[in-house]
Nanobody, 126 residues
């Protein structure tokens, strides 16, 4: 198993930046595909970004492409989400998730990820 703990959320003005971190413990971090999801207030959880075990394959939701960057440091057991040019519609609870394997066809599906963090709140003000 793997345990995930997110950090780095907060309140920022539109146009600002935040960097989320997700620290993993437990089984070898490098064996997991990692994803970031978010749940805006009153809405369903949605896919944000995914990174494969060796960072070979990276995908983003269209809504964040060009503004967000996912990365990982397997030596530090951590995955990051750098968020730039933030918009009020980015307001959400952000979750990191881990999967032993996610087929490229299904990486957007939250139910393909078996491990989740507790979430960190990101609020963007106008």
């Amino acid at each position: 198993q793997v345990q995930l703990v997110e950090s780095g959320g907060g309140l920022v003005q539109a146009g600002g930046s935040l960097r989320l971190s997700c620290a993993a413990s437990g089984r070898t971090f490098s064996t997991y595909d990692m994803g970031w999801f978010r749940q805006p207030p009153g809405k369903e959880r949605e896919f944000v970004a995914r990174i494969s075990r060796s960072s070979d394959y990276i995908y983003y939701a269209d809504s964040v492409k060009g503004r967000f960057t996912i990365s990982r440091d397997n030596a530090k057991n951590t995955v990051y989400l750098q968020m730039n040019s933030l918009k009020p519609e980015d307001t959400a609870v952000y979750y990191c998730a881990a999967a032993t394997f996610v087929n490229d066809r299904y990486y957007r599906n939250a139910n393909r990820y078996g491990y989740w963090g507790q979430g960190t709140q990101v609020t963007i003000s106008t």
